[in-house]
């Protein structure tokens, strides 16, 4: 993969290759390497001869766009010594995007429709920035958009039908699947997995990110389906011990799992959040379809917004802290008395830091609570890391907690 812009090397995290990396595992595939160059034609030029030596089929990513430091095309026909001619057929496409959009055409736009002969348009669904497939002397070029989510619309689109023409089906693969898990260490867990192996599983990796582990099970196959198949009898077999903290990730985010779980069931969820600032309710609500599912979330942030809106009385907060079970029952029981008809519940308070913390209550301490009809059930988490970390953190954990019931 050959990814484009200049962004990429100063201030913007390249995040392309690893969506692509977890689509091709999950086919049998690899993604063997990644070049990351600047938008400068002779780095571009030379990003595309580089990986044509050791490669047969490279996918880049940005430079698609209308300015003049957008590259791509013109990196890659300098080095195949191709001339690019305007397609009459996409600037028109690209024409009546901008109208649909109310937004007026600037002739700038007209490079997006350059392309190569012999090369096929694969139509943007998200944007302007239209994609393109060559294949020269063996090699297949696939060029799409740096967007982060047309990058992703584009490939979940073709890429199917892509691996259909690379004739891979008929092939012996090593399939990936992946597992996340809640409540366990990541040694641990390596230790259970590394102690339990047999013969099924080719190899396997885990990885820690703002509490998930999420652990990898590779397996050869010539078919998805039976990799898959065998997979689900590992699990069952070797790990019936900590089902209750192991889901399968075939959603991409924990949050898509919850969105989809809980329209799957038809329940609701309602959310109250101090130091998480909104943050779960952000992380739900980026999910198409979550207002099927997410009933609304209160941003109680001061120990005056506890009171006067979760009813929170003063002197259990004066008495206990902001920062408490006791707080944290009573924003639960705020939210049950507001929302009586909501499915379940959670409330977050902590100290995220940098700043706030005691010898009694350092930064880290988190309370949540988890409430269904008149249940509610307290989590006290000591949580290690920055003021993003500890709410990255305390947002996983609850995810968790609500997967759990989901699946109970």
Known sequence: MLAIGNE???????????????????????????????????????GFNFLSQISDIIISSGGLGPTKDDLTKEGLASFLGEELY????????IKNIFEKRGRKFHPSNKKQALIFKNSTFLENPVGTAPGLYLKRNGKEYILLPGVPSEWKEMLTLYLNDFIISWGKLNQKRVFSFFYDCFDIAEGELDYILQSRLDKRIKSYGTIAKSGIITFRLDIESYEKK???IIAKEFVNEKLSDLKDKIFENTFGSIEEHIVFKMKE???????????????????????????NVFYGGIVSYSNEMKNSILNVPEEIISKYGAVSS?????????LRELFPDVDYRISITGIAGPDGGTIDKPVGTVYAAFGKKEETKIEKLNLIGNRTEIREKSVNYVFGLLLKELYS
Do not use: H, W
């Open 8 to 46: 990429l090397l100063e201030n913007v995290n390249e995040t392309n290759s690893l969506f692509l990396s977890n689509l091709l595992a999950k086919e049998g595939m690899k993604l063997e390497r990644v070049l990351v160059v600047r938008d400068n034609l002779d780095e571009i030029k030379e």
């Open 86 to 93: 305007l397609d009459e057929r996409i600037l028109e496409n």
């Open 226 to 228: 039976n990799a898959e």
């Open 265 to 291: 069931k038809n329940k609701k969820l309602v959310v109250a959040e101090s130091c998480t600032g909104g943050l779960l309710s952000k992380r739900i609500t980026d999910i198409p379809g979550s207002s």
């Open 326 to 334: 006791e707080t944290a029952c009573f924003m639960d029981k705020g």
